[in-house]
């Protein structure tokens, strides 16, 4: 056999990242999973290609702050392929605890800015296919929970625990405590009833849904940031814009953040937006006007609320302390595992320190 005359094999190197569901069925029992990487699958065949294809038709730039899903497989367990956008660049924020600057949150902002302008411009230019996807994303993760559902009431209850524990003896924290705990009795309720379809009539967009630090990576050129990616749309839903909002500024930042640049982060998502729409012709204030999104706010911002101070104490907490809770629940069983929801922080008074600040706000601002 010759072999002087074969030529070199070309090699290329694929960098990816496989996402798989647990097996377990205990797990699956209380978790809705398969709903979940059905919802993300459609996000990624179905919802951001309907995007893409209205910005081409417009000579406009594809979407670039999303991986690419190369594969998946919804049969027990479901996983999916992606593009590891490491391999681009894109990194992690080195501390998730620490919050973020104005730069990083108006890149945020600006995202999510276009990305929901494009459900508008959508549900203008395309008013059929936009209501044959919206039929496709109600929410597909907490609703989908009964209302006995262990998981969620534990998570609840612990959650409500260490917000009335952050709580200071005066006069202020007093109003603050008495009005989170009336929260509290019906935050389930409030939950559902924020996440129920058409909740926010023909303000809803589709959202993100899971906007807090870990599911976003930032791309630098010698220290400045001039990228950002999403990851994560099992949470992916159509919902009020506030949602995203409340869910991320909250999470993500801290007090002295959301006193000198609030609203001005609002506005900068408001005019994101707007800038969005003219690309199509569309004027904003024909779908949200800066008051509307301000009345969406003091309506629909409890549900940042409820995932902040489930996310912060995550966020806050070193990775060694978090229980591993899939592998409790495959040696231990559900009741143990429930338990270890409870567990204690080395930085529990960091933490109270900033879900405290957090309700403060939400009482000042009228959202509590």
Not at 78 to 94: A, H, W
Not at 155 to 169: I, W
Not at 234 to 247: D, F, G, I, T
Request: hydrophobic fraction near 40%.
């Amino acid at each position: 056999m010759e072999l002087d005359n074969l030529k070199p094999k070309t090699v290329k190197v694929l960098n990816l990242i496989l996402k798989s569901a647990t097996a377990n069925p205990e797990i699956r029992d209380i978790l809705p999973i398969e709903h979940i990487f059905a919802r993300e699958v459609y996000f990624y065949e179905t919802v951001l290609p309907t995007y893409n294809q209205l910005l081409e038709e417009h000579n406009q730039q594809k979407l670039t702050s999303f991986p690419d899903m190369l594969g998946y497989d919804l049969s027990i367990p479901e996983f999916l392929i992606m593009t590891d956008m490491k391999s681009q660049g894109y990194v992690m924020r080195p501390d998730r605890a620490e919050p973020l600057d104005f730069n990083h949150v108006k890149m945020v902002l600006k995202e999510y800015g276009r990305f929901h302008g494009l459900y508008y411009a959508l549900k203008a230019l395309k008013p059929k296919l936009c209501k044959e996807i919206s039929a496709n994303m109600s929410e597909a993760f907490y609703n989908k929970m009964a209302d006995d559902n262990p998981l969620l009431n534990s998570c609840m209850d612990v959650a409500n625990d260490r917000v009335m524990k952050s709580f200071h003896n005066d006069e202020r924290d007093a109003e603050a405590m008495d009005k989170f705990e009336k929260y509290a009795k019906c935050a389930k309720l409030r939950l559902r009833d924020d996440l129920k379809d058409g909740a926010a009539g023909r303000f809803e967009v589709i959202n993100h849904g899971d906007g807090w630090v870990n599911n976003m990576l930032f791309k630098y050129d010698n220290e400045e940031l001039i990228n950002l990616c999403l990851l994560d749309f099992q949470l992916s839903r159509l919902s009020s814009p506030a949602l995203e909002l409340s869910y991320f500024i909250y999470t993500c930042t801290d007090q002295v953040f959301r006193d000198e640049y609030f609203e001005l982060s609002l506005k900068y998502y408001h005019e994101s937006m707007k800038n969005t729409l003219e690309v199509f012709s569309l004027d904003l204030s024909d779908f949200l006007t800066s008051e509307e999104l301000n009345n969406q706010m003091q309506k629909f911002s409890t549900f940042g609320l409820f995932m902040t101070i489930e996310v912060l104490h995550l966020m806050l907490s070193d990775t060694a302390e978090i229980p591993d809770y899939e592998v409790m629940m495959e040696k231990d069983g559900l009741e143990d595992t429930l338990a270890a929801f409870s567990y204690e922080s080395k930085n529990e008074d960091l933490y109270r320190k900033r879900i405290r600040s957090v309700v403060l706000d939400f009482v000042q601002r009228g959202y509590l």
